[in-house]
Every structure is written in C-alpha cells, then in structure tokens.
C-alpha cells in the first residue's frame, strides 16, 4: 500500500464522502486511490470554485467539505476561497499536491512555497516529508476539524511523500485545547447583570436549541452574527434577529444598553461589534486567537454552556415593544433589485439560498427571515465575488434540497464556467442573475464617497441565455415585475437560470 491509498482510506473512515477538486501532475497518485474509492468526486473548472464549494458543504452539512488539487497554479487558484472560508471559520480539508520534497520550495517547474502561504488563510498548514507525516497530518487534520473547529486546515502533499511505501500508521493522543481561567469571573459578571444578550455566531448553532431553551427559560434576548442567522429562527420572539452594521432596531437598541453581552462562536468582528465596549463583553471561542474583551474563555460553546448559571431577568418586553421591520424601499417597484428579491424569497421560503457579494447581497440581507441555519450563504468576511454559483452547487450536494443562487451579472461572471459542474450533477439549482450591466456598489462608491463620475463600472455582458444553452441549461429573461411574478407561479426545477433585468439602484447604507 503507497501512502496515497492509505490517505484515501483514512477519509472514507472518517465519513468522507465528497471531495471538490482539479486533478493534476503532482497530487495524481492521491487521484488513482479516489478512482477506486467510494468517495465521490465532484470535478469543478477552476480550483477557487473547488473551495467555495467545499466552504458552502461544510456549513450544509455535517460533514467535512474538501477541496484538493494540484502544484504550482491549481493551488495558488485555492487561495482566495480557502481565505474566505478562513475569515468565516469554515473547517474544512485542503489537500494540494507538490513536487518531490527535495525540489518543492526551489526553482523547478510549478514550484511554489505552498506551506508558507497558505500558513496565512488557514488555521494549520501540514508540509509532511515523508510518508508517516502524512499519515499523521491527515489524522491530526479530520481529528481538529471535527473536535476543534477553527477553520481550514491544509496539506501539502509531495508526489514522491504520495508514492512512498514506507510509513508508520501512529495513533494520535489528541486533546481539544481550553483556557476556562476567566471562567469564575465570568459567571460572577453574568450573575449581576441586569440586561444580559447573547450573540450567537456559526460556533453555536450546534447548541442553538440548549440557548434558546435558557434564554426562554431567563428572558434572556438573543441576537445574531451574519454567520449565526437561523440559528434560532428569526420568527421567534427571543431571537431580535441581525447584529452589527446592518443590525435590526431590536437588535441595535439591545446591544446599546446591554450590560453584560454573551457572544458565542462568534469572531466578533468589527461589523459585529462596530462600537463595542470590551469591558462588558464575555467571549466564548475555541479558537484563542479571536477572542476579545474582558472575559475570554476559550472552550467549546456546549461544555461552557453547561457550566455557566444565569438568573432570570426583565427586560425583553421593552425591546419587543420596538417595531423590528426593516425598512426597504422600492420592493413594489418597476423592476428593482429589491422588488425581484423580495418575491424570489416568497416564492422559495425553504430553499438554500446562495448568495454573492454585490448590492444585491445588501437587499438580500435586510430581506431574508432566516428560520434555519446555513440556509442562508454569503462569504460574509470576504466577500469575494464569484462565490454564489460554486457555494449553490455545495449546498445542492450535501442537502439534497432545492437550492437558489442569487447573483449580478458581475460576480457571476467570476466563476460562470461552473454552469457546467451544475449541469453534469444535474443539480436542483437556480440561478438568477440580477443584471444591471454595471458593478453597480462600486459606481455608488464613486458618486458618493470620492465625488467622481462612474468610471470602469459599465460592463458589456454577454447573452446569458445563449451562455446556458452551450452548457444545455434552460434559461429565460424577465424584464417586467408582472413577468416575473407569473413566472415564479410554475413549478420550477434546476439546472436553470433566470435573468432579470433590473434597474441600476443605491443600496441603502448602515443607519
């Protein structure tokens, strides 16, 4: 048995069963060992494509989403997907291939300093030398993505490490880190607060029914990260929905006068927490290097949660009494951004929704109600354009479910060539292009901020039907508000796509 065969191995024990990838010169040994796997691979066009996909299955699933390709340039097109599931703490596998350890960091063909760049967007970076390395890189990997969700994680695997015979299958004697030192002056905090509020991000939602059951049982408010939306539904009186920059008027109000704020698997960015006041803020994360505030405890959220004591309070009843609508002109117009996003999301209320980075990631945002977790995707600290249809075809994968892509014509043309990838998996996937023939957040920016004319936004499309049909996806244009809505009547099934014409239109900035 070569390593390559044993690495395969090993993910199938793991519950491996997807993996997103190119394959090429140097990562082909592991390649021959997947042919002859039960593990499906899905083939992608581009390797950013690879890892947004990946990204979209772990946060869909519970299951670990992988990405693999080869040297040189198949890796280097990872980087910015994997760096956008980096800033967002998506764990998941990164395998790229590489050339024999002896030439992989000099001057030879495809050879690049894999380890030392990829050590910036993900949480570890495995270069193992030689085949018991590997072995033990991989255990160690699936071992802290399961146990220690941080984040990726990445190896680096030579051709001559892959073909290697000779290795050690070491068991690991692997503990989950903790620092529960501020644990005790936490809980004192907490005791004496009179208007505690949690927060809850993507490090919580395992636990979203245990929260809510306290904070019913205490009246104590919930709200959420981008990353948490649906943890509890956004229909439930306890949760006051959005923290942060585009936070709802419950939520806002909440996080202005709470004096002890509980934030859970949360990074607590500054989006989150653009004004916060550390002193009164209790962090829980298992990753250290995120925590803020004064009371930092770095732990998994069930096993703090099982620990911490809270005493029943009142004041819930004065946020519930604000109106917590958000406010969105133009939903009823002819034909805006918003007014088309707005009947997508009636029509498809329990879909997988996939969304880019764009103005119509902003209408998008103040439009969804989110009843359950990760049915919502946006690559929310990155924002890296070009996301949508990959993390669509992710989703579509590792649910099952009708999932909807929601793009402008710009960052869908990022990584378009995945319409074939949709069509081969025959997916239930529908892609509406949103098309306004411009980068339209950028031109806003430039009117408004730098007092200058819209320059290099303008953009000249293609015929985006003629586009699906190559891939052989049906596909239809809409033009009116009255078309669309009798459109969304029928009963419809992906692979297809839909463009609507839109207006050009300013998203309403943060209040």
Avoid at 90 to 118: A, C, E, H, K, Y
Avoid at 308 to 333: R, S, T, Y
Avoid at 431 to 450: A, H, K, M, P, T
Wanted: charged share 25%; net charge negative; aromatic share 8%.
């Amino acid at each position: 048995m070569i390593v390559a065969e044993r690495l395969v191995e090993l993910l199938e024990e793991n519950g491996i069963t997807h993996i997103f990838g190119i394959p090429g010169e140097q990562i082909m040994p592991m390649y021959k060992a997947l042919s002859k796997s039960g593990i499906k691979h899905i083939l992608t066009k581009h390797e950013q494509a690879a890892a947004h996909a990946a990204d979209a299955f772990t946060k869909t699933s519970d299951n670990i989403g992988v990405c693999i390709t080869t040297a040189g340039p198949g890796a280097l097109n990872l980087v910015m997907g994997v760096a956008s599931a980096f800033k967002d703490s998506v764990p998941m596998l990164i395998l790229t291939g590489d050339n024999d350890v002896d030439v992989r960091n000099g001057n030879g063909f495809q050879s690049f300093p894999l380890r030392d760049i990829f050590e910036n967007v993900v949480c570890e970076s495995y270069s193992p030398l030689n085949g018991s390395e590997a072995v033990y890189a991989l255990k160690a990997a699936l071992y802290g993505l399961k146990n220690n969700p941080k984040g990726p994680i990445h190896i680096n695997l030579s051709r001559d490490v892959l073909l290697s015979e000779d290795f050690l299958d070491v068991d690991l004697c692997y503990l989950c880190e903790s620092d529960l030192s501020s644990l005790d002056e936490a809980q004192e905090f907490i005791l004496k607060s009179k208007k505690p509020l949690f927060v809850l991000g993507s490090g919580a939602i395992s636990q979203a029914q245990n929260i809510k059951t306290i904070a019913e049982l205490y009246q104590i408010p919930v709200t959420t990260t981008y990353n948490g939306r649906g943890a509890i539904s956004e229909e439930d009186p306890i949760n006051l929905g959005l923290i942060g920059i585009r936070a709802t008027p419950q939520a806002k109000k909440a996080m202005n006068e709470s004096d002890c704020i509980i934030a859970l698997g949360t990074i607590a960015s500054e989006r989150t927490f653009p004004n916060l006041d550390e002193d009164k803020l209790v962090h829980v994360n298992i990753n250290k290097d995120v925590l803020k505030g004064r009371y930092q405890i770095q732990g998994n959220v069930e096993d703090v949660m099982t620990t911490l004591q809270f005493n029943k309070v009142e004041w819930i009843d004065e946020l519930l009494a604000i109106d917590n609508d958000v406010k969105v002109n133009g939903v009823d117009d002819e034909l805006k951004p918003q007014a088309a996003i707005k009947r997508i999301f009636e029509r498809f209320d329990d879909a997988v929704i996939a969304a880019d980075a764009g103005s119509h990631t902003t209408f998008s945002t103040l439009l969804y109600k989110a009843k359950n977790p990760n049915h919502f995707l946006f690559p929310a600290s990155t924002a890296p354009m070009g996301y949508g249809l990959p993390a669509g075809i992710g989703a579509s994968i590792a649910t099952d479910k009708k999932t909807i892509v929601i793009n402008g014509d710009g960052d869908f043309q990022m990584n378009l060539q995945e319409l074939a990838t949709l069509k081969e998996n025959n997916l239930d996937v529908i892609v509406f292009i949103l098309n306004n023939s411009e980068y339209g957040i950028i031109r806003q920016w430039q009117e408004d901020f730098y007092d200058m004319d819209a320059y290099q936004t303008d953009l000249v499309n293609p015929d985006f039907l003629k586009l699906a049909a190559s891939y052989g996806i049906d596909a239809v244009k809409i033009d009116k508000l009255k078309d669309l809505e009798y459109f969304l009547k029928k009963d419809l099934k992906g692979p297809l796509l839909v463009e609507i014409k839109v207006d050009k239109e300013n998203i309403p900035l943060p209040y």
